[in-house]
């Protein structure tokens, strides 16, 4: 089981804790990739939250490249800690162009020109 913990008197979002705690474990070495995660549910109970909680962040986590959802195999460690971050970063970057009405081409092409 990972050793990942909730603080509900805290002010950030409950499923944004859970998934900086198993980012955390990922980054820690905690959990490796290819190791798969226990089930959503016995997180949930683990951390006494509910389990649409642990599976939003779950999802969150499966979206920055760290995870994969497998049906009939459950969830695996598929990333590293640096191509999350890199991820989340080209995220809000995207969010960003798309706030300031670039279009994708042209923040492709912004983004080979610095690169």
Avoid: C
């Avoid at 490796?32 to 089930?39: S, V, Y």
């Avoid at 991820?87 to 610095?114: F, W």
Wanted: aromatic fraction near 2%.
């Amino acid at each position: 089981m990972l050793n990942v913990k909730v603080d509900p008197f805290e002010p950030t979002d409950l499923h944004t804790q859970v998934a900086a705690e198993i980012r955390r474990a990922i980054a820690d070495g905690e959990a490796t990739a290819g190791e798969r995660l226990p089930p959503a549910r016995d997180l949930a109970a683990e951390l006494g939250v509910n389990t649409n909680t642990v599976l939003r962040a779950l999802r969150a986590l499966r979206d920055e490249g760290l995870l994969e959802f497998r049906r009939g195999r459950g969830i695996t460690v598929t990333g590293t800690p640096h191509r999350g971050a890199v991820i989340a970063k080209a995220t809000e970057l995207a969010r960003l162009a798309r706030e300031h009405g670039y279009r994708q081409d042209e923040l492709l092409e912004i983004v080979r020109s610095v690169s």
